[in-house]
């Protein structure tokens, strides 16, 4: 039975440690950021679907290449559930700054297909809901790992290694992760796939960065469970400076992490595909967060939230 409007919701994404390498089956942290986040709304409308979101405002199978993922997926989402492409209008609204590692394309394929399920009224199990995401992000970042459609789908703290079994973890950690996004748009799919080509280029000093970026991971589990605040941030200075040496880095990332650290960040790091998008630096308190939040600000960050690493509750 129809419904006249489905409601779905998903939250952002953080990887804390192992981006890039988890995509070589290293494993990776990644924490649910629950400070933004995705709703879809579908309702009905005669006609063809349409689409209604910040990028576009039309037919949905007229929509342009960087919305193909999502229209492939509510297309065969329809289809598995024996309905017709036509009779309703998807709305989209976030607060997840697009393209900036955060988790927007995840979040937007997974509260569509939460909405969905709801306007249709038909089960859509949480292995579906991760399965369908997997499909949009397929066609948005060409071979993802599928750690953000793991992490925002299941909404825990996660311990990724692709192609296992998702492991939680507790965080334990008195701290806070500041998070900056650096106004620029993250570019995933070609930092993924220019460092593939590095990789076969280099192989030995390439497959050791990898291997190192995964240890670092390791000992940050370790570390968060611990609640071994330096640990963790001397971690996170070490990766950032593998994934620089990798290139997934740039100058203006390299500038906010770099100004992080001489306010007094006990680390620093990108976070998610890089080339643009955001860093994340850790502190001691609150306090510390805002001060160093605002002194990014300075510097060009173009948002910035504090994130409690206790209870995963955003603390702005
Ligand atoms: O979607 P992003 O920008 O957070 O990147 C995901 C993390 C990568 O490891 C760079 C890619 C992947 O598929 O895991």
Request: no cysteine; glycine share 14%; hydrophobic share 35%.
């Given at each position: 039975m129809e419904k006249n409007i489905g409601v779905g919701r998903a939250l952002g994404k953080i990887i804390l440690m192992g981006e890039h390498a988890v995509v070589y089956g290293q494993p990776a942290l990644a924490?649910?950021?629950?400070?933004?986040?995705?709703?879809?709304?579908?309702?009905?409308?005669?006609?063809?679907?349409q689409l209604d979101c910040i990028y576009y405002k039309d037919e949905l199978v007229k929509a342009p290449d960087i919305l193909l993922g999502l229209s492939e997926m509510v297309k065969g989402i329809?289809?598995?559930?024996?309905?017709?492409?036509?009779?309703?209008?998807?709305?989209?609204?976030?607060?997840?700054?697009?393209?900036?590692?955060?988790?927007?394309?995840?979040?937007?394929?997974?509260?569509?297909?939460?909405?969905?399920?709801?306007?249709?009224?038909?089960?859509?199990?949480?292995?579906?809901?991760?399965?369908?995401?997997?499909?949009?992000?397929?066609?948005?970042?060409?071979?993802?790992?599928?750690?953000?459609?793991?992490?925002?789908?299941?909404e825990e703290a996660l311990y990724y290694i692709k192609g296992q079994p998702f492991q939680s973890f507790e965080m334990k950690l008195d701290g806070y992760l500041l998070v900056a996004d650096?106004?620029?748009?993250?570019?995933?799919?070609?930092?993924?796939?220019?460092?593939?080509?590095?990789i076969e280029d280099n192989p030995v000093e390439g497959e050791g960065l990898i291997k190192e970026l995964g240890d670092l991971a390791r000992l940050s589990k370790e570390a968060v469970e611990n609640n071994q605040l330096e640990v963790l941030g001397q971690a996170m200075n070490q990766a950032h400076e593998i994934l620089d040496r990798l290139g997934v880095s740039d100058p203006?990332?390299?500038?906010?992490?770099?100004?992080?650290?001489?306010?007094?960040?006990?680390?620093?790091?990108?976070?998610?595909?890089?080339?643009?998008?955001?860093?994340?630096?850790?502190?001691?308190?609150?306090?510390?967060?805002?001060?160093?939040?605002?002194?990014?600000?300075?510097?060009?960050?173009?948002?910035?939230w504090i994130y409690n690493l206790r209870d995963g509750k955003d603390d702005k």
């Open positions: 924490l649910p950021f629950p400070a933004v986040e995705t709703k879809a709304f579908i309702s009905k409308r005669p006609g063809p679907v329809v289809e598995a559930y024996g309905e017709k492409l036509e009779g309703f209008e998807i709305r989209i609204e976030s607060t997840i700054p697009p393209e900036r590692g955060l988790g927007s394309s995840a979040a937007v394929a997974l509260a569509t297909s939460r909405a969905l399920y709801k306007y249709f009224n038909k089960p859509l199990s949480y292995e579906d809901q991760i399965k369908w995401a997997g499909v949009s992000e397929k066609i948005v970042h060409g071979n993802p790992s599928g750690i953000d459609s793991a992490t925002i789908g299941g650096s106004g620029r748009k993250g570019q995933t799919k070609e930092a993924v796939s220019s460092l593939r080509a590095w203006g990332l390299n500038q906010l992490v770099g100004q992080a650290r001489k306010e007094g960040a006990l680390g620093a790091k990108l976070t998610g595909g890089g080339r643009g998008g955001a860093i994340i630096a850790l502190v001691k308190n609150k306090e510390d967060g805002l001060k160093i939040g605002a002194k990014l600000k300075d510097a060009g960050a173009r948002n910035t």
